[in-house]
């Protein structure tokens, strides 16, 4: 399914028009989430194994293909927004990024030992699809390493929805709605308009058990190094989650009793 509007006719995620804001918004180190909740927590998952070469699905302007530099993984950034690749290029001109889509991974099977998609399972129409794709270019035991925004999070975007306000203007209470309900939201702040799906967890865990993958981590990482009042703030609503899955390495061949 892709975004359409009332016509029923697609409309453009909006990253192309949104990339040069996106990029301002990004800085050096991402976001108030991504600089403060999710890349701690991405190092630390990134720290407990060794990698050698990762592919890091909707890279952006590359933040995490640098990181990954950092902890010696090789890795390949692709992007269906060129000007965030342009932007990758240019602040990383040795890194490898490509134009590409989750949807339709142009690597061969089994080529990366992780895979990393960060906050952009939300941003693509088939994400059932990409998942497929994100699972046949893993390795026997890779890992796919998952960021996303929760659920219940993207069930509280739209009219009356999100934070109620009580009678002093402070945030009194999350508002959700239509939680099963697979739909396509436009969310707009500060120069950026793009497309984000909200889809219940169960649908994103449906696609990645189809896909053969397990379990191996689960958590929704809280803030860290940062003022007590806005972690105590984020603790109330979180809006992250974080999952890590493996590929199984193949069964041993069994032939008349013997394993080889
Ligand atoms: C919220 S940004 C995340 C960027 C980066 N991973 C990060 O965490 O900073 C979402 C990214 O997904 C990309 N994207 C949108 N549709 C995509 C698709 N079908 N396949 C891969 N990436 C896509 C966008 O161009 C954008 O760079």
């Given amino acids: 399914m892709r975004a359409s509007n009332a016509e ?3 409309v453009t995620n909006g990253w192309r028009e949104s990339a040069a804001a996106w990029i301002a918004e ?10 403060f909740i999710l890349d701690p927590a991405l190092r630390d998952r990134l720290a407990r194994r060794s990698f050698a070469r990762a592919l ?9 293909c640098r ?7 090789e890795a390949v950034g692709i992007d269906p927004t060129e000007p965030l690749l342009d932007e ?3 602040r990383d001109p040795t890194g490898d990024y490509r134009h590409g889509r989750a949807e339709e991974l142009a690597f061969d099977d089994e080529s990366f030992d992780l895979v990393i998609s960060c906050l952009t399972l939300i941003d693509i129409d088939d994400a059932s699809r990409a ?3 994100m699972a046949r270019v893993l390795r026997p035991g890779g890992i796919l390493l998952i960021a996303n925004l929760t659920s219940f999070g993207t069930a509280g975007i739209g009219e009356g929805l999100g934070w109620a306000e009580n009678a002093e203007g402070e945030k009194a209470h999350f508002r959700i709605d239509n939680y099963l309900q697979e739909k396509p939201l436009r969310v707009s702040w500060r120069g950026i308009s793009v497309t984000n799906w909200h889809r219940p967890l169960g649908s994103y865990f449906s696609a990645l058990l189809g896909a053969g993958l397990r379990l191996e981590h689960f958590s929704e990482p809280t803030p ?10 984020y603790e109330r609503m979180p809006y992250f989650l974080l999952m890590e899955w493996s590929k199984d390495r193949a069964p041993p061949r069994v032939e008349a009793g013997r394993s080889f």
Wanted: net charge negative.
């Fill in 88 to 90: 990758a290029r240019r």
């Fill in 131 to 133: 998942i497929a794709e």
């Fill in 224 to 233: 860290r190094g940062c003022a007590p009042d806005l972690i105590a703030s």
């Fill in 8 to 10: 029923g006719r697609p």
């Fill in 67 to 73: 990181m990954l530099r950092e902890f010696g993984v």
């Fill in 26 to 35: 990004m800085g050096e180190h991402g976001d108030f989430g991504r600089e």
């Fill in 56 to 64: 890091d699905v909707g890279c952006g302007e590359g933040r995490l």
